[in-house]
């Protein structure tokens, strides 16, 4: 199922998500991060979007994921955080 | 006495013969075969740019770009769509560990676009840095500004809006609906103004350049010495526009 969000990030730039995944297990199947933020290195977002496949879509977990993506590949956020992007990954549920 | 680093002048390149030269001076840097470099440009066509992460068809109407004779690109830094025409850009290359670049990213944003708020005090325009990444002058928005940071080399590029046309801008970029783009365009004249607007009358790119570079001088205390690009960096811009941004998968890769 393919949905997409869009989330002004407080203080920050403008988040958009086109987010396909199963409805049955609510596993990402493929997302794409758009948006007028910074990600320092700026080719990190590729590594976030493939290690977010197949994860399950739940506030906590994504959470967890994301976080230990940023640390492995010491990535910077800038008009972006954490948060606010998986708020914009789960509003593409509702 | 001072730092001498390089000063480029570039007039009238397309989008991606400027965005292929911004990368080739940053790589050239970076393997320490060039000085620390501030170039002024100008754009022909005009052209919009992306940021990184934007998505292409999802922000310009492409075929409205077409139709206008515009150009478009990806850039290597995110941040927003620029419509550049009327303007001064501005890039600076400079060694993450020069003494003058703070390594805070956001400090290092503040400093550089220290020297774009001089270049501006010396036009008699009043300005001040607003965080991300504009500069703002009577709380309007005059520049724009976007850095990435590569082979442990800073490129911040960035426009100095001379004059604006909001109209044709919204014209060029897709909009949520057809129905609320006038009132984008009422939202954004209040948001944004140019040095047009501020003095009263126009100022072209070559009458601003001495006091952008002026400006560049001050924030930094270096001498900046016209130059030009090296071979190599002519050999690595052809290459860059071949592979990144004359190249649709380049453009349309988000």
């Given at each position: 199922?393919?949905?997409?969000?869009?989330?002004?990030?407080?203080?920050?730039?403008?988040?958009?998500i086109?987010?396909?995944y199963?409805?049955?297990?609510?596993?990402?199947?493929?997302?794409?991060?758009?948006?007028?933020?910074?990600?320092?290195?700026?080719?990190?977002?590729?590594?976030?979007?493939?290690?977010?496949?197949?994860?399950?879509?739940?506030?906590?977990?994504l959470?967890?994921?994301?976080?230990n993506?940023?640390r492995?590949?010491?990535?910077?956020?800038?008009?972006?955080?954490?948060?606010?992007?998986?708020?914009?990954?789960?509003?593409?549920?509702? | 006495?001072?730092?001498?680093?390089?000063?480029?002048?570039?007039?009238?390149?397309?989008?991606?013969k400027?965005?292929?030269?911004?990368?080739a001076?940053l790589?050239?840097?970076?393997?320490?075969?060039?000085?620390?470099?501030?170039?002024?440009?100008?754009?022909s066509?005009?052209?919009?740019?992306?940021g990184?992460?934007?998505?292409?068809?999802?922000?310009?109407?492409?075929?409205?770009?077409?139709?206008?004779?515009?150009?478009?690109?990806?850039?290597?830094?995110?941040?927003?769509?620029?419509?550049?025409?009327?303007?001064?850009?501005y890039?600076?290359?400079?060694?993450?560990?020069?003494?003058?670049?703070?390594?805070?990213?956001?400090?290092?944003?503040?400093?550089i676009?220290?020297?774009?708020?001089?270049?501006?005090?010396?036009?008699?325009?009043?300005?001040?840095y607003?965080?991300i990444?504009?500069?703002?002058?009577?709380?309007r928005?005059?520049?724009?500004?976007?850095?990435t940071?590569k082979?442990?080399?800073?490129?911040?590029?960035?426009?100095?809006?001379?004059?604006?046309?909001?109209?044709?801008m919204?014209?060029?970029?897709?909009?949520?609906?057809?129905k609320?783009?006038?009132?984008?365009?009422?939202?954004?004249?209040?948001?944004?103004?140019?040095?047009?607007?501020?003095?009263?009358?126009?100022?072209?790119?070559?009458?601003?350049?001495?006091?952008?570079?002026?400006?560049?001088?001050?924030?930094?205390n270096?001498?900046?010495?016209?130059?030009?690009?090296?071979?190599?960096?002519l050999?690595?811009?052809?290459?860059?526009?071949?592979?990144?941004?004359?190249?649709?998968?380049?453009?349309h890769?988000?």
């Open positions: 199922m393919i949905s997409k969000s869009v989330y002004k990030i407080p203080d920050g730039k403008l988040l958009k086109s987010l396909d199963n409805d049955k297990n609510e596993k990402i199947l493929g997302l794409l991060i758009t948006g007028d933020f910074f990600i320092y290195p700026e080719e990190a977002i590729e590594i976030l979007e493939k290690k977010l496949v197949n994860t399950t879509l739940n506030e906590k977990i959470m967890d994921k994301i976080n993506v940023i492995e590949n010491k990535i910077e956020f800038i008009g972006l955080n954490v948060e606010g992007l998986v708020t914009g990954i789960m509003m593409c549920l509702k | 006495m001072s730092e001498k680093w390089r000063f480029l002048i570039t007039e009238n390149n397309s989008a991606s400027n965005m292929a030269i911004d990368r001076v790589v050239a840097n970076g393997e320490g075969k060039v000085p620390p470099t501030v170039r002024f440009y100008t754009w066509p005009a052209a919009i740019s992306i990184y992460f934007q998505s292409l068809s999802e922000e310009i109407d492409l075929k409205k770009c077409k139709d206008l004779g515009i150009d478009y690109v990806r850039r290597i830094t995110g941040g927003g769509a620029v419509f550049h025409e009327n303007e001064l850009t890039s600076i290359v400079i060694p993450e560990n020069h003494p003058q670049i703070p390594k805070n990213i956001m400090e290092s944003y503040c400093r676009c220290g020297a774009v708020m001089k270049g501006l005090k010396n036009q008699g325009i009043d300005s001040i607003a965080p990444n504009d500069i703002v002058s009577g709380g928005k005059i520049s724009g500004n976007a850095q940071r082979l442990k080399t800073v490129l911040q590029h960035g426009t100095v809006l001379l004059d604006v046309d909001v109209e044709k919204f014209s060029l970029l897709i909009v949520p609906n057809e609320i783009r006038d009132k984008m365009i009422s939202d954004v004249k209040q948001r944004v103004t140019s040095v047009k607007h501020i003095l009263g009358s126009y100022v072209s790119f070559n009458d601003s350049v001495n006091a952008m570079k002026n400006g560049f001088e001050q924030e930094f270096v001498r900046l010495i016209p130059g030009i690009l090296t071979d190599y960096e050999v690595l811009t052809d290459k860059f526009e071949k592979e990144c941004f004359a190249n649709p998968d380049w453009n890769k988000r």
